[in-house]
C-alpha cells in the first residue's frame, strides 16, 4: 500500500503540466513509456529508445530484441446539433506495432546499431451505415510503417549522440457516398486507395549531466506521404458513370515533425519520473487534396481546407521498481488538439484529451522480460464543419492495452 | 515461485479490467427531450397548394405526399404530442395524378429521368412523362371521411381567393375558373364546403398556411398571355379572412411566404441567348434579318434568341435580352431542328418578357410583404420561403452535400422545375421548424434531409 499511495501523489502533483500531440498520430511505443505517459526520451529503458531518443540507445548495455503490439478499441458517436440523432462508429480494432533491435559489437562498445519497424500513424475510422455524415466519409484507413535504421555513439559517459534514417511506407483508403441515386434507390460510392511513402530522419541527443539528472532533445522530420499512383473508383448510376469516370489520382499527406524535449529523474533507487516536452509541427496539414487524372464538370479536383495548427504537448509518468524484477508504472498526458474549430471532421474527431496509462513488467531470469500497458482517453468535440456544415458533437473513447516481449542477450 | 507468483499475478489483473472497461467504452449522449413550448401540435391542419400537397415531378403521387412539409412537419410534431396527420394520399403504385388544363377527361402522370435522344441523334438525361396509371373518374371519386378529416388541405393549384371559396369542389364552377378537382376528391360537401371551412371544422390548435404562388404561376407559365395575376387587395382580403378564421379559436400557426421566379429553374434553365450557331448559320440568318432593319444580328457562337414581341417593332419580333425568361416547356427539338428561335421566331407562351416578369416580380413582393405583415400581426411564426429559395439558388452545403437550383443536377427541385423533391421539402421542413421554435419556444428538431432522396437516375 506504501508504493501505491506514493504512485498517487507523484500523478496528482504532476497531473497540471502532461500534453500528448494528437491528430491521426499514434504514439504508441514501447510498452514502459506508453505506460509513463508516453515520455521517454530522457530514460534509457530499453530498445524503445531507437524511436525516443537515438542518442541515447548507445547507453544500453545488452543487445535487445523488442517487439510488442497495443490493440487500440476506439469507438466514436456523434450527436447531430439540428436533428437529435446519433451515429456510431463500428471501427475495427487497431494494431499498432513496435519492433526493436539493438545490438553492438561488444557489449560495452561505444557504437551501438539499431533497427526500429514501428508504426507513428494511422487508424481506420468506420462510420455506421447511412449515417447523416456519409457524404462527408465513410470509411477512412491509413497505414503507415516506419523502418528506421539507427546509429547511436556514446562519446562520453554523460552524452550520447544518434540518429535514424527514415523510410516511410504506408496505404490509405478513404470511402465516401456520393448523394445520387438509381432508379432502386441505391447510393453512389466513391473509393479512393493508394500507397504512399516518404523519407525523413530521427535524431537525439542524450545528456546526463548529473547522477540523478537526465536530458534527452530529439529532432523526428517531417515526412512528406506522397500517394502517386492512387486509383479512384465510383460507383454511380449508369447514365452519369461519364460523369465519374474511374482512374488515377495523386494527393499528399505531411506527417509532421516532433521536437521533444525530455527529463528524466532518478529519484530514489527505484523511482525514475520522467517528463517528455513535445512540439509537434501539425501546420503543415493545411489542405487535404486529390488531383484526379480525368476531370469532368462532376468530377473536379478538389482541395478542402483542413487548417491544423501547431502544438506542444507535454506528458509524463513514473516507473517504480516493486522488487529486482517487477516494476510499476503510472503516467498521465494532456493533449491540445491540432483542429482548429470549423475544421473537425469525421475522420479524425479531434479533441483536447487527457490519457491515463499504467503499466507493469516483469523479468523472467535475466533475458526474457514482458511489459505491459493500457491507455484509456476520452474526447468530446462540439463544432460545425466549414465544408460541409456537418454540425453536432463527436465523443470517442479509446482503450488501448498493450503488450511486449524483450529479449536482451 | 511463491514470489513469482505474486508478482505476475497483476499483469492477470490487467486482462479483466481492459475488457470491464472496454464494455463501458461506448461514448453516450444525454439527448435532450423536445421541448414543445407554447406550440399545441395535436390538431395540425395545413393549408396550401403544391408544395403542401407535396406534388413534385409534375403530378401528385404517394412518394411525393409522404414527404411534403406538412407531413415532415407533423412527424416531427409526434416528438411534443402531436396527433394524426391524415393525408388524401394517391394509390401507392399509382404514375400520379395531375389536372390537364381545362380538360375534364384526361390527366397527366408524374415524370420520370430518362435517356432521351433528340432530333439531332444526341441522347442526354430528360424528363419523360409517364402513362397515367388512373383516369379523370379518380377525381370524382370523394374519399372525405368525417370521422378522420384530412389535415393536409393543400390542394395543387390554389389561389389565395380559393381557400374560403364555398363550392371549390363543385364541377359547376368549372366556366368560372373555380373548381378545382383536387379539391372535389377530399371535399367534405363539393358544393358547399371551402377548403377554409374544412379546416376549421376540425378546431385546428396548429396550422400552416403557404399559398399565394398560383396567383401569379397561372400568368407565369402561360408567358403572361393567359390568366390574370390576383390584384394586391383582394389577395390582402383573403390573407386576412384565412388568418383570421384559422386563428379565431386560437390556433397558433406558422405563415410562409412565397419564392419569386428568378429562384425557379422553370424560368432559368435555358438561357435567352441559347441559340449557338457556326458561321454558316450566321451569315445565313444575317442575310434573312439585316434587310429588316431592326436591329437583329447573329454572331458564332451564343445569340439571344429571336421571339415574337408585337410591340418591338413594325415586324413583331426582336431578340432577347438578358433579363428575360424561356420557359422550361419550350419544345426544345423545334429549337434545335427546325429553328424555333432563329428563322420562326420563339411563340410568346414560352417567354416572359422583362415587362411580364416585372409584373410578377412586383406582385409577389407585394404579397410577401402582405404575407409576412399578416403573421407579425398575429404573433405567427413566419418562414421566408422566399429566402430560403434565393439561398439554393446561390448554393448550399448539408452535411456534405452541395445544392442548388439548377434543374435535375441541382438536388432540390423535381422533375417539373416548379416544385421541391424530397430533399427540397426535407430542407424547407427545416426552415419551418426552426420559425416555429423561434416564435413559439419549442426544441422540435429539424429532419435529417440526408435521409430523403433527390431525383433518381437512369
Known amino acids: 500500500m506504501k508504493f501505491n499511495n506514493k504512485l498517487i501523489l507523484l500523478v496528482i502533483i504532476l497531473v497540471p503540466s502532461f500534453y500528448k500531440a494528437q491528430g491521426f498520430q499514434v504514439n504508441l511505443q514501447g510498452q514502459k513509456q506508453q505506460a509513463m505517459g508516453g515520455a521517454g526520451t530522457a530514460l534509457i529503458m530499453d530498445g524503445a529508445a531507437l524511436f525516443y531518443n537515438p542518442g541515447g540507445a548507445c547507453f544500453l548495455n545488452k543487445n535487445e530484441i523488442n517487439i510488442g503490439v497495443t490493440p487500440v478499441f476506439a469507438k466514436s458517436a456523434f450527436l447531430d446539433a439540428n436533428t437529435n440523432k446519433t451515429a456510431e462508429t463500428k471501427s475495427p480494432v487497431g494494431t499498432p506495432f513496435a519492433a526493436y533491435g539493438v545490438f553492438g559489437l561488444k557489449d560495452s562498445s561505444s557504437l551501438k546499431f539499431g533497427l526500429a519497424v514501428y508504426t507513428p500513424f494511422g487508424s481506420t475510422v468506420q462510420w455506421e451505415d447511412n449515417w447523416m455524415g456519409r457524404f462527408a466519409l465513410t470509411r477512412l484507413e491509413l497505414k503507415v510503417f516506419f523502418f528506421q535504421p539507427t546509429i547511436s555513439y556514446k562519446i562520453n559517459s554523460k552524452l550520447g549522440i544518434g540518429a535514424g534514417f527514415v523510410y516511410s511506407y504506408g496505404k490509405v483508403n478513404l470511402q465516401k457516398d456520393i448523394p445520387l441515386i438509381d432508379n432502386n434507390g441505391n447510393y453512389g460510392h466513391a473509393t479512393l486507395e493508394g500507397k504512399a511513402s516518404g523519407l525523413g530522419f530521427n535524431a537525439g541527443i542524450y545528456f546526463a549531466p548529473t547522477k540523478k539528472l537526465t536530458i534527452g532533445l530529439t529532432y523526428r522530420s517531417q515526412v512528406n506521404m506522397k500517394v502517386r499512383d492512387g486509383t479512384a473508383t465510383f460507383k454511380v448510376p449508369a447514365s452519369l458513370s461519364e460523369n465519374f469516370p474511374n482512374g488515377k489520382f495523386t494527393s499528399k499527406l505531411p506527417l509532421p515533425q516532433v521536437a521533444t524535449l525530455g527529463f528524466g529523474f532518478k529519484a530514489t533507487n527505484k523511482l525514475d519520473l520522467a517528463l517528455d516536452i513535445n512540439f509537434v509541427g501539425w501546420k503543415v496539414y493545411d489542405t487535404l487534396a486529390f488531383d484526379y487524372e480525368n476531370n469532368t464538370s462532376s468530377l473536379l479536383d478538389t482541395k478542402s481546407a483542413r487548417n491544423y495548427k501547431n502544438t506542444f504537448a507535454f506528458r509524463c509518468g513514473a516507473n517504480y521498481k516493486i522488487t529486482k524484477n517487477f516494476n510499476a508504472c503510472l503516467g498521465m498526458a494532456y493533449g491540445i488538439t491540432p483542429v482548429q474549430n470549423g475544421y473537425v471532421t469525421p475522420e479524425t474527431p479531434d479533441a483536447n484529451r487527457i490519457n491515463y496509462t499504467a503499466g507493469l513488467g516483469y523479468f523472467f531470469g535475466k533475458q526474457f522480460r514482458v511489459d505491459a500497458s493500457v491507455l484509456f482517453t476520452a474526447l468530446k468535440r462540439k463544432d460545425t464543419n466549414i465544408e460541409t456544415n456537418l454540425s453536432g458533437t463527436y465523443k470517442t473513447n479509446v482503450i488501448a492495452p498493450g503488450i511486449a516481449a524483450l529479449y536482451i542477450f | ?458
Not at chain 2, 375534364?104 to 435522344?117: D, G, H, R
Not at chain 2, 418591338?312 to 426544345?332: C, W
Not at chain 2, 421542413?429 to 429539424?446: D, H, L, V
Request: net charge neutral.
Open chain 2, 1 to 458: 515461485m511463491k514470489r513469482k507468483t505474486n508478482s505476475f499475478l497483476p499483469i492477470t489483473f490487467l486482462i479483466p479490467l481492459t475488457i470491464g472497461i472496454m464494455i463501458g467504452c461506448k461514448p453516450k449522449f444525454d439527448i435532450p427531450t423536445p421541448d414543445n413550448g407554447s406550440v399545441d401540435a395535436s390538431r395540425y391542419v395545413a393549408i396550401g397548394s403544391y408544395i403542401t400537397a407535396g406534388y413534385a415531378d409534375g403530378a401528385l403521387y404517394y412518394e411525393a405526399q409522404s414527404v411534403s412539409f406538412a407531413n415532415l412537419l407533423a412527424e416531427q410534431f409526434k416528438l411534443i404530442d402531436g396527433g394524426n396527420f391524415n393525408i388524401p394520399f394517391v394509390p401507392q403504385n399509382s404514375n400520379g395524378v395531375s389536372v390537364i388544363a381545362g380538360n375534364t377527361i384526361s390527366i397527366n402522370a408524374k415524370s420520370t429521368l430518362v435517356n432521351k435522344t433528340d432530333c439531332k441523334g444526341i441522347t442526354a438525361l430528360g424528363p419523360l412523362k409517364l402513362n397515367p396509371t388512373e383516369n379523370y373518374g379518380f377525381f370524382s371519386a370523394n374519399i372525405y371521411n368525417s370521422s378522420a378529416p384530412f389535415n393536409n388541405l393543400g390542394i395543387p393549384n390554389t389561389k389565395i381567393f380559393h381557400v374560403a371559396f364555398k363550392g371549390y369542389g363543385d364541377v359547376a364552377n368549372n366556366p368560372s375558373g373555380n373548381f378545382n378537382p383536387f379539391y372535389q376528391r377530399i371535399a367534405s360537401n363539393f358544393a358547399t364546403s371551402s377548403i377554409l371551412s374544412d379546416a376549421v371544422n376540425q378546431n385546428p390548435t396548429f396550422f400552416s398556411l403557404l399559398i399565394g404562388s398560383e396567383d401569379v404561376m397561372g400568368f407565369a407559365l402561360s408567358g403572361g398571355i393567359s390568366d390574370t395575376i390576383t390584384p394586391l387587395s383582394r389577395f390582402n382580403n383573403h390573407v386576412d379572412t384565412i388568418i383570421n378564421n384559422l386563428t379565431k379559436n386560437g390556433a397558433k400557426g406558422v405563415v410562409g411566404n412565397i419564392p419569386d421566379i428568378s429562384s425557379l429553374p422553370y424560368f432559368t434553365t435555358i438561357p435567352y441567348n441559347g441559340l449557338t450557331i457556326d458561321q454558316a448559320q450566321a451569315d445565313q440568318l444575317n442575310s434573312l434579318y439585316t434587310p429588316l432593319g431592326i436591329n437583329i444580328t447573329f454572331t458564332v457562337g451564343s445569340n439571344p434568341f429571336v421571339i415574337i414581341d408585337t410591340a418591338a417593332n413594325f415586324f413583331g419580333f426582336r431578340q432577347m435580352s438578358e433579363n428575360e425568361y424561356i420557359l422550361l416547356n419550350v419544345p426544345l427539338d423545334s429549337v434545335k431542328c427546325y429553328s424555333y428561335g432563329s428563322l420562326i421566331p420563339m411563340p410568346n407562351k414560352y417567354v416572359l418578357t422583362a415587362n411580364e416578369i416585372s409584373l410578377v416580380q412586383t406582385a409577389i413582393a407585394n404579397y410577401n410583404g402582405k404575407l409576412s405583415a399578416a403573421a407579425q400581426l398575429k404573433n405567427l411564426a413566419f418562414v421566408d420561403v422566399n429566402s430560403f429559395y434565393k439561398q439554393i439558388k446561390t448554393g448550399m452545403v448539408y452535411n456534405g452535400i452541395s445544392l442548388n437550383a439548377q434543374f435535375v443536377k441541382g438536388g432540390v427541385f423535381s422533375l417539373d422545375g416548379l416544385q421541391l423533391n424530397p430533399v427540397g421539402q426535407a430542407l424547407l421542413t427545416n426552415e419551418f421548424i426552426k420559425s416555429i421554435n423561434f416564435m413559439y419556444g419549442s426544441t422540435i428538431p429539424q429532419v435529417d434531409v440526408t435521409k430523403y432522396k433527390g431525383i433518381s437516375f437512369p
